[in-house]
């Protein structure tokens, strides 16, 4: 992460190190070079000390209303399911289920899932209490879920309002990409279509 401080913001941040190094002396070495560089205007060379833990780039606004957005589809999608009376796990890939973001690809997407997770209090049907991580890309195939979901979300407004079976398989065939679709006939070896 790239710092670029005002003055002020540095004046402050070498008051916390001098602070933290009386705080926490055991550390004390690390805070006062941090102090020292931040007073000095190096603040470019903060990252290079290891031992001082800088903050992450805030996660965008538009990364959470997405993850927001895609969680809002797999809960009504899975009320859905349950209501048409189909089982969740039998529908191709787990369809109903929501899969997680990549870690590799897709960590912003992810860390809002995972805080999502740990606090518990929403969209607990969705993200489960396991892995969130799905180890390959997502982000395509729920832009093109959503395409659909956003199409008949007005629909589904409110705990009674129920989406119809045929919007349900409509958004699941969103899943696989269209170069992805069966040709001829048959299915194409590629099962999510990325």
């Not at 690390?30 to 560089?37: F, G, H, I, L, V």
């Not at 996660?59 to 999608?77: A, G, P, Q």
């Not at 899969?99 to 740990?118: I, R």
């Amino acid at each position: 992460m790239k710092l670029l401080p005002t003055d002020t913001e540095r004046l402050i941040l070498a008051n916390q190190y001098r602070i933290l190094a009386h705080l926490e002396p055991n550390r004390a070495d690390a805070y006062e070079r941090a102090e020292r560089m931040l007073l000095e205007g190096h603040t470019w060379a903060l990252e290079a000390l290891g031992e001082i833990e800088l903050p992450q780039p805030q996660v965008s606004e538009e990364v959470v209303r997405f993850v927001f957005d895609v969680l809002d589809m797999y809960r009504v999608l899975n009320m859905a399911a349950q209501h048409h009376g189909i089982d969740a796990d039998s529908l191709p890939d787990g369809a109903a289920r929501f899969e997680g973001f990549d870690g590799n690809n897709e960590t912003d997407h992810l860390a809002v899932a995972k805080v999502l997770q740990a606090t518990g209090n929403r969209w607990t049907e969705s993200l489960g209490k396991g892995d969130l991580n799905s180890h390959s890309p997502c982000l395509q195939m729920y832009e093109r879920m959503l395409v659909v979901w956003r199409s008949v979300r007005s629909k589904c407004v409110g705990t009674a309002a129920i989406m119809s079976k045929d919007d349900l398989e409509r958004i699941i065939a969103a899943r696989t990409h269209p170069d992805c679709r069966k040709i001829s006939g048959a299915a194409h070896p590629k099962a999510r279509g990325d």
